[in-house]
């Protein structure tokens, strides 16, 4: 399973690391073979919401070669689902397998045109927002459409990592990675 995480400009990083400590234990586990992830961005350096800057070591990569797409949110998502060379690159992964948001990343998949006739959810002060990009939006901490997971809040970045997780493997693994991060909160969907 090769995953981009999609990084940008003024981004919450607590939305990307939530999922990204979460579900990268997949591999380090080997509950899933070979397990492979990049970051990626439309530009070499982005600096989150707080001021803290991050390298970017694939620019603009044609996400159709990945199995998984990972979009965090930040008030900076508002504007960003207006930039038609942010949109047009996010769209090169129309085929990839899971597509994957929390908070207002959502509206980055949504300005896609991924979420079409799909349930979703984001930030709570954000669902009139993504409304129109949807069939419906779900006021829940996460929710499954299909092959589209999206996240709500902030901290609902680790539970969709964990829910991610399960769908994929198993009640078994999705403990496992619970005792690995010392995080007791998440219930299993099972």
Known sequence: MKMAYILFDKMTTLDFVGFYEAVTWMGILKAKENVSWDFCSNKEQITD???????????????????????????????????????SWIQTA??????????????????????????????????????PYCAEVIKKRFVRDGNI??????????????????????EAVVQQVQEKMDYPYYTSMR
Do not use: Q, W
């Open 49 to 87: 919401d707080r001021g803290l800057t991050m390298k970017i070591n694939h620019v603009c990569p044609d996400l159709s070669v990945y199995d998984l797409i990972f979009i965090p949110g930040g008030l900076s998502t508002r504007e960003l689902r207006f930039d038609p060379d942010f949109i």
């Open 149 to 170: 997971f999206t996240g709500g809040g902030v901290s609902a970045s680790i539970d969709l990592g964990l829910y991610f997780i399960e769908s994929l493997t198993s």
């Open 94 to 131: 129309e085929n990839v397998e899971y597509k994957i948001s929390v908070c207002t990343g959502a509206l980055i998949l949504g300005a896609a045109g991924f979420l079409r006739g799909k349930k979703v959810t984001t930030n709570p002060s954000a669902y009139e927002l993504l409304k």
